[in-house]
Nanobody, 123 residues
Framework: QVQLVESGGGLVQAGGSLRLSCAAS????????MAWFRQAPGKEREFVAA????????NYADSVKGRFTISRDNAKNTVYLQMNSLKAEDTAVYYC????????????????WGQGTQVTVSS
């Protein structure tokens, strides 16, 4: 059974930075495509970024390109999301997810989810 635990959320001013962490157990992060999604109040959960299981290539939603960076530390079995130049519209609960698919950007393609961590950006 794969378990994902997010941390690192909080309150930050617009223009600031946060780093989210997703600690995995039950499966190596290098053997899964790992992703971050987010869900704002009243909105559907949306894709943010993913790092693929082979080669570690990444892809991002257009709304976060150039500001967010996804990475992983295989030794710590942890995936990170570095968020810079945060905007009020980045406010959401951020979720970590894992899948066996090589490329996946929709929620239904992901098998395992964390509990989420709240990110609030004040303007």
């Amino acid at each position: 059974q794969v378990q994902l635990v997010e941390s690192g959320g909080g309150l930050v001013q617009a223009g600031g930075s946060l780093r989210l962490s997703c600690a995995a157990s039950g499966r190596a992060v290098s053997s899964s495509t790992m992703a971050w999604f987010r869900q704002a109040p009243g909105k559907e959960r949306e894709f943010v970024a993913a790092i693929r299981r082979s080669g570690g290539t990444t892809n991002y939603a257009d709304s976060v390109k150039g500001r967010f960076t996804i990475s992983r530390d295989n030794a710590k079995n942890t995936v990170y999301l570095q968020m810079n130049s945060l905007k009020a519209e980045d406010t959401a609960v951020y979720y970590c997810a894992a899948t066996a698919f090589y490329t996946a950007v929709v929620t239904t393609q992901y098998d395992y989810w964390g509990q989420g961590t709240q990110v609030t950006v004040s303007s």
